[in-house]
Nanobody, 129 residues
Framework: QVQLRESGGGSVQAGGSQKLSCEASPSIYNVDCVAWFRQRPGEGRERVAAINTDGGYPYYGDSVKGRFALWQDGAKNTVYLRMTTLSAEDTATYYC??????????????????????WGQGAQVTVSS
């Protein structure tokens, strides 16, 4: 069993930046892929980004490409999501998710929420103008 704990949410001004963290326990290497999704009230979960824990380039959703960056620190069992040039459209609850036992993420599957075995509790990010 893997537990995911998000941190770093909060309020930020439009145009600003925020960094979210997702810590996996007991180890990030117990999962194959870690992803971030976000959800606005009344909407479904939207793909944000994902990364395979054995290395490789991250995947990004179209709405965040070029503004968000995802990377991992294996020594800290943590995946980080750096968000820049934030706007009100980025206001949402951000969820960390991880998958184990289903192989690596790729461009054709990383965005499917059904793929992920483990989910964090979510971190609220509010962007104000």
């Amino acid at each position: 069993q893997v537990q995911l704990r998000e941190s770093g949410g909060g309020s930020v001004q439009a145009g600003g930046s925020q960094k979210l963290s997702c810590e996996a326990s007991p180890s990030i290497y117990n999962v194959d892929c870690v992803a971030w999704f976000r959800q606005r009230p009344g909407e479904g979960r939207e793909r944000v980004a994902a990364i395979n824990t054995d290395g490789g380039y991250p995947y990004y959703g179209d709405s965040v490409k070029g503004r968000f960056a995802l990377w991992q620190d294996g020594a800290k069992n943590t995946v980080y999501l750096r968000m820049t040039t934030l706007s009100a459209e980025d206001t949402a609850t951000y969820y960390c998710a991880a998958v184990s036992g289903k192989g690596s993420c790729n461009s054709g599957n990383w965005y499917s929420t059904n793929r992920y075995n483990f989910w964090g509790q979510g971190a609220q990010v509010t962007v104000s103008s």
